[in-house]
């Protein structure tokens, strides 16, 4: 049955401000919806494996952020910022006429996430937060360093007078992604690369918008942080990979902050998991983590669906 699932996947094209955000839907039209957000540099593809095995009840909308994949780029001179990507998946809902949702968010976009649920509680019931924190705190000394890094590197960018990208041959790509994220099964690579890349004349260049590498301006305390997850109302499903994000931020001060808001789910009765892989491992091998996602989404939303 997972093949007529994905068969039923068709484009989806929001139109914004500065041109239009991009994505892939999956699932039945009246279907419970549900929105997911991709990580940092990858694109709507990341979902490619996991929505198939999930139950199909629901209808999954996965974006490209702007800047990645295949929607476009933000306007000369702006920054990619958290509250930027916050407001954009608020574009992206009021198109499709969402008023209640759930969000499965792997890494960056789970702390979109984490950031539009305190905002706008009422529209979220359920998270999926796949190895991600849904808030990234920062140490108020360190605040202000990062603040004027994001700053210069735009602003030094803005100075080249051609900021062309590479061309690569399309197995040069593959080396390259590869090169970025050792952890990516080629499977991984090629489902990315396909929103990933774009052709040009002598091969392809990546799609995704090179201000994305610069440092996000926007910046919150732990303080900030754990005031936001008491405005949240949906219930958390929280999975780490053994070999993730978290095993990868070795500064011990950064991991004490991670700590604090993981704890903070805890305290709140949200579900903390871990489970074996690495940073992609919802893209690498999915049946780890759908059995846990489905049963999530099976006893706290869909079954909170049938008639009494």
């Known amino acids: 049955m997972s093949s007529t699932v994905k068969q039923a996947v068709s484009e989806l094209s929001v139109p914004v401000p500065w041109g239009e955000i991009r994505g892939k839907v999956w699932g039945p039209d009246h279907g419970r919806p549900v929105l997911c957000l991709h990580g940092w540099a990858d ?25 990645h994949g295949q929607s476009s780029h933000r306007p000369p001179g702006v920054f990619y910022a958290f509250p930027a990507y ?18 499965i968010g792997h890494s960056m976009g789970g702390n979109v996430a984490g950031m539009f649920s305190a905002l706008y509680p009422e529209m979220v019931d359920v998270v999926v937060l796949l190895d991600a924190f849904g808030f990234v705190p920062t ?8 603040m004027r890094q994001g700053m210069d590197e735009l602003l030094q960018f803005e100075q ?20 970025a994220n050792p952890t990516l099964s080629l499977q991984s690579v090629h489902i990315l690369l396909e929103r990933g890349l774009a052709q040009v004349e002598g091969g392809f260049v990546f799609s995704r918008d090179l ?4 440092k996000n301006i926007a910046r919150t305390t732990l303080e900030q942080c754990l005031e936001m997850q008491k405005k949240i109302q949906a219930r ?3 999975i780490l990979a053994d070999e993730g994000f978290g095993k990868v931020t070795p500064k011990s001060n950064q991991q004490k902050l991670f700590s ?23 893209l690498n091998n999915p049946e780890v983590v759908a059995p846990l996602v489905s049963d999530f989404l099976q006893s706290d939303v869909l079954t909170l669906q049938l008639p009494a």
Do not use: M
């Open 236 to 238: 958390f499903l929280v």
């Open 260 to 282: 604090t808001v993981l704890q903070d789910y805890r305290d709140r009765n949200h579900t903390v998991v871990t489970v074996p892989g690495d940073h992609h491992v919802h």
């Open 160 to 179: 080249k007078a051609e900021q062309t990208q590479r061309v690569y041959t399309y197995e040069k790509a593959v080396e390259r992604l590869l090169a």
């Open 86 to 103: 916050v407001a954009d998946v608020r574009r992206v809902v009021e198109a499709l006429q969402w008023t209640k949702f759930s969000i």
């Open 43 to 67: 694109n709507c593809g990341t979902f490619s494996t996991l929505i198939p095995l999930l139950p199909r009840e629901c209808r999954y909308v996965a974006v490209d952020f702007p800047g």
């Open 139 to 146: 140490a108020p000394k360190e605040i202000f360093k990062v």
């Open 211 to 214: 201000r994305i590498n610069f």
